[in-house]
């Protein structure tokens, strides 16, 4: 009796020992998939020593500044044209860890089936943010219904545009509350994991949808202080094993592709 209360209280003192080694990261992510992917890799981590705490945002900015002010470690949830604008109109110098996925971003409409439907000013709606209004512009020129002044420029605005001969208006608001206008426009431009959390399936209900080699991969960031830290090291190895890999493949069937 004596000798299994030992055995108990020493493999009790031994979790509470590792408990306390275990090194503490907390990162920032979006919902979907980012923070579900997070999650999923929570038990190996654990098992390597570091106890992930996943902090969800709905917004762009918040991730970002919370890193660079060092209230969190690090945030999975952005491309490298957002994160390079970010620093640039922020004087933040947040960097890339490793690239773990692409959302192929996509125009959906709950008027119409197809492009050719939308009809002459036309309402369409795109993020407010720099890289992504340039790339819905972008994406809009690529399936040949505008053209910009630079055909290359990943950070236009309406503003950029040179040709519009379908007199389409541009409503340009928050990432996140393109889904909830689609009954009020014709067009909307959405990232995908706003897209997914409102349900919709990229792959089916979009109009228009990047392809697989879309440049806008999701990063995993960091700062220059910690992102070669051991604990920073075993997650960016995380977030790009099979385990992640097939988890993404089976999940979201191509409405998130790995890049890895």
Excluded at 223 to 233: E, L
């Amino acid at each position: 009796m004596k000798k299994t209360l030992l055995l108990t209280a020493l493999a009790a003192a031994l979790s509470a020992s590792l408990a306390s080694a275990a090194e503490k990261l907390t990162v920032a992510a979006t919902p979907v998939p980012h923070a579900e992917i997070l999650e999923l890799i929570k038990p190996q981590l654990a098992k390597e020593g570091v106890d992930l705490e996943v902090k969800v945002f709905t917004d762009y900015v918040q991730p970002n500044l919370q890193v660079d002010q060092k209230h969190l470690d690090a945030n999975y949830f952005q491309t490298k044209p957002y994160l390079d604008n970010f620093n640039s109109g922020k004087g933040t110098h947040l960097v890339i860890v490793k690239g773990v996925h692409v959302e192929p971003f996509g125009g959906y409409s709950s008027k119409y089936k197809s492009l050719k439907e939308l009809p002459d000013g036309a309402t369409i709606a795109i993020p407010n943010e720099g890289s992504n209004s340039g790339r819905a512009l972008l994406l809009l020129q690529k399936s040949g219904l505008l053209k910009l002044k630079d055909p290359s420029n990943a950070l236009a605005t309406p503003k950029d545009i040179a040709e519009n001969p379908h007199n389409f208006k541009f409503k340009e608001l928050e990432a996140a509350l393109l889904p909830r206008v689609l009954d009020q426009v014709d067009l909307a431009l959405i990232n995908t994991n706003y897209a997914l959390e409102a349900k919709l399936n990229p792959s089916k209900d979009a109009l228009v949808l990047e392809d697989r080699t879309s440049p806008y991969v999701n990063y995993l960031v960091a700062r220059p202080d910690n992102k070669d830290s051991d604990a920073i090291k075993k997650l960016s190895a995380a977030l790009t094993s099979p385990e992640v890999k097939a988890f993404i493949e089976k999940k979201y069937s191509g409405a998130v592709v790995p890049a890895f």
